[in-house]
């Protein structure tokens, strides 16, 4: 049911002309001004609703007025991460937290990369994560990332890891994650690599320090030793994953 804005509705007559009409004229004019206004507002969640997109998608794949920068012709991972991939500053703080822990260079690289993919997809991002590195780093890197998405949703004190309080407002006191996660938590905390997953939520803080900046300068050579970039430039290196690359790279293209 539409509510009618009577000031609104008056203006949209002009001055003078409500007092000119009879009863079934005036109930005419309501009803043609209701009608517009619930045109206006389909419109609106319409245009709403093609912007917003699946709440599981990332930014790359919802509509936007906003054109995407090109990418070099052989673009690197540096590349990805200024032009295309997501939660840049979340990631940097992740890593940087990890750093300042004297956390191995693989947890470093794995924070700096596990929650880029989110520009793609948000949904199961640490399984997407995890099958979009996996052909340049070590395997105890995207292990990490794959099983960081279970992990997070449950706690582990010995390590100081609280459930954060930003999934009770979003999920609700009460949630209980799918099967597939819980088996997924458990098979991890049985995993001899359990810590590579569990450091990566212990460093994927939600809260961010005031006052300072982050950049991407410390991680340089850590990438350099950590990431294996393809001369041909990511997504044209016929590995298992470039097409996963193009689509980042390209998420406008028709074909």
């Known amino acids: 049911m539409i509510e009618v804005d009577r000031k609104a509705f008056l203006a949209s007559l002009g001055v003078g002309a409500l007092e000119l009409m009879d009863p079934e004229e005036k109930a005419e004019a309501l009803e043609h001004y209701m009608l517009d206004q619930m045109d206006e507002a389909e419109r609106a969640a319409a245009a709403q609703k093609q912007t917003s997109g699946p709440r ?7 509509a936007s007025d906003t054109p995407l920068e090109p990418m070099p012709d052989k673009p690197t991972w540096l590349d990805f991460f200024n032009l ?16 300042k822990s004297g956390y191995p260079e693989r947890t470093v690289m794995a924070c700096l990369l596990h929650d880029g993919v989110q520009g793609l997809i948000r949904a199961d991002h640490g399984w ?3 099958q979009l590195y996996e052909p340049y780093v070590e395997e105890r890197v995207t292990w ?4 960081h998405g279970a992990l ?6 010995e390590v100081g890891y609280e459930y954060p309080d930003l999934y009770v407002r979003i999920y609700g006191e009460d949630y209980v994650p799918p099967d597939y996660i819980r088996e997924a938590y458990e098979h991890a905390r049985d995993h001899p690599w359990y810590m590579e ?5 212990v460093c994927d803080l939600y809260a961010f320090e005031e006052g300072v900046e982050l950049t991407i300068d410390p991680f340089v050579e850590i990438i350099e030793r950590n990431f294996k970039q393809p001369p041909e430039g990511l997504g ?6 470039a097409h996963m690359w193009r689509t980042i790279a390209n998420p406008d293209k028709p074909l």
């Open 128 to 130: 997407w994560g995890a």
């Open 197 to 201: 997953a569990r450091l990566i939520t």
């Open 152 to 157: 997070r949703f449950y706690a582990d004190e």
């Open 144 to 147: 990490g990332i794959r099983y």
């Open 236 to 241: 044209y290196d016929n590995s298992p994953t």
């Open 84 to 99: 295309r991939l997501a939660a840049k500053s979340h990631c940097l703080q992740s890593a940087t937290h990890a750093l």
């Open 56 to 62: 599981g998608a990332g930014p790359l794949l919802r």
